[in-house]
């Protein structure tokens, strides 16, 4: 059975997740982690309107 049409608000971002496969170790460390919560961050001021 195919998967339910999602709603799609133009222009908005409405769901991000982080997954690996097969249920491994994204991030090596704390620093890594932050590194991407940075990453986030900086998009989200940039695109942010």
Same mark, same amino acid.
């Given at each position: 059975m195919p998967r339910i049409i999602r709603a799609n608000v133009a222009g908005m971002t409405y769901h991000a997740i982080n997954?690996?496969?097969?249920?491994? !170790?994204?991030?090596?460390?704390?620093?890594?982690? !932050?590194?991407f919560e940075n990453a986030l961050k900086d998009a989200k001021e940039k695109f942010d309107r």
């Open positions: 997954r690996a496969n097969a249920g491994m !170790q994204i991030f090596d460390n704390d620093e890594d982690y !932050q590194l």
